[in-house]
């Protein structure tokens, strides 16, 4: 069994060291718990028994929902804990009387992709030279999901 509950000042540690197993960039503390502070929707996820295996956080502004950051350890993906959260953000998006919600991801994220892809995001444009790399900057895909 699955459970998603929102995001804890306890769990903050275990976040980053997600994002850090996740992401060549990953946030530091405080910019979960700013997040937290300002009322960014953040929620993490765990099967059964298990510590934290994943976490996301969303941004509302006006009718759009903001996909900020979303991981699951690597120890735990292809088990569908990523689509669960998703699936929960848009649930709490459109509780939210969010219509839309959008995302960026890196062009070279290649397991990211045909995940949203398989939740309806369609490709609306791109970010040139958004993320930081080890060599430079990176394009972003702006991606776009109708919530109704």
Do not use: C
């Not at 503390?29 to 502070?37: L, R, S, T, V």
């Not at 960014?40 to 903001?66: K, R, T």
């Not at 995940?115 to 702006?142: H, N, W």
Request: charged share 25%; net charge neutral; hydrophobic share 45%.
């Amino acid at each position: 069994m699955v459970a998603i509950r929102p995001l804890q000042h306890e769990d903050i540690d275990r976040v980053v060291a997600i994002d850090i197993q996740t992401d060549a960039f990953p946030w530091r503390q405080k910019h979960y718990i700013e997040g937290m502070d300002a009322g960014y929707s953040s929620w993490v996820i765990s099967e059964a028994g298990q510590p934290v295996q994943g976490f996301a956080v969303m941004m509302m502004v006006l009718d759009e929902a903001h996909l900020l950051k979303i991981s699951v350890s690597t120890d735990y993906q292809r088990r569908g804990l990523g689509t669960a959260l998703l699936q929960h953000l848009f649930a709490r998006a459109k509780l939210a009387g969010a219509t839309q919600m959008f995302l960026e991801v890196r062009r070279s994220n290649v397991l990211a992709r045909p995940l949203y892809e398989r939740q309806a995001f369609v490709e609306i444009g791109q970010r040139k030279a958004y993320y930081p790399t080890t060599e430079g900057r990176e394009d972003a895909i702006v991606m776009r999901r109708e919530l109704s």
